[in-house]
């Protein structure tokens, strides 16, 4: 999805949600669940299971606006219906990791919070366009 909107406001100027935007989901900055996966691998016990990632919960509508106000101009944001039929038929409504087996067992919490991420991302998309 991120990537989708980072390429949209770029190459178009234009956000695509195919929804209505409701929909919740969580992001994981990369070096936040690597250092998931590490203090899961060194300091759980063998055959542990854990959920890695961040449970900081943003509207599909919000994440998109974000996004857009990385930019100096101004982006569209629609909200469109999918060619494919079954596109959200399974698509949940929420989407968000329960992290506390991982938070109180070897004490992870996810530093990058998602308007940190999304700068991040969107100065890496400006630095490494061509």
Same mark, same amino acid.
Request: net charge neutral.
């Given at each position: 999805?991120?990537?989708?909107?980072?390429?949209?406001?770029?190459? %178009?100027?234009?956000?695509?949600?195919?929804?209505?935007?409701?929909?919740?989901?969580?992001?994981?900055?990369?070096?936040?669940?690597?250092?998931?996966?590490?203090?899961?691998?060194?300091?759980?016990?063998?055959?542990?299971?854990?959920?890695?990632?961040?449970?900081?919960?943003?509207?599909?509508?919000?994440?998109?606006?974000?996004?857009?106000?990385?930019?100096?101009?101004?982006?569209?944001?629609?909200?469109?219906?999918?060619?494919?039929?079954?596109?959200?038929?399974?698509?949940?409504?929420?989407?968000?990791?329960?992290?506390?087996?991982?938070?109180?067992?070897?004490?992870?919490?996810?530093?990058?919070?998602?308007?940190?991420?999304?700068?991040?991302?969107? %100065?890496?998309?400006?630095?490494?366009?061509?």
């Amino acid at each position: 999805m991120i990537p989708d909107f980072m390429k949209g406001a770029i190459k %178009k100027s234009k956000i695509e949600i195919y929804s209505d935007g409701t929909p919740t989901r969580s992001f994981c900055y990369v070096s936040d669940a690597i250092i998931g996966f590490l203090r899961v691998l060194l300091l759980s016990e063998n055959g542990s299971i854990f959920n890695v990632g961040n449970d900081e919960e943003i509207s599909v509508k919000e994440a998109a606006e974000f996004v857009e106000r990385c930019f100096d101009n101004p982006i569209e944001i629609s909200f469109e219906q999918s060619l494919d039929t079954k596109y959200t038929v399974d698509n949940p409504q929420r989407r968000c990791p329960d992290l506390r087996e991982i938070k109180n067992k070897v004490k992870y919490s996810p530093q990058i919070k998602f308007k940190e991420g999304i700068r991040r991302l969107h %100065k890496w998309y400006m630095d490494n366009l061509e």
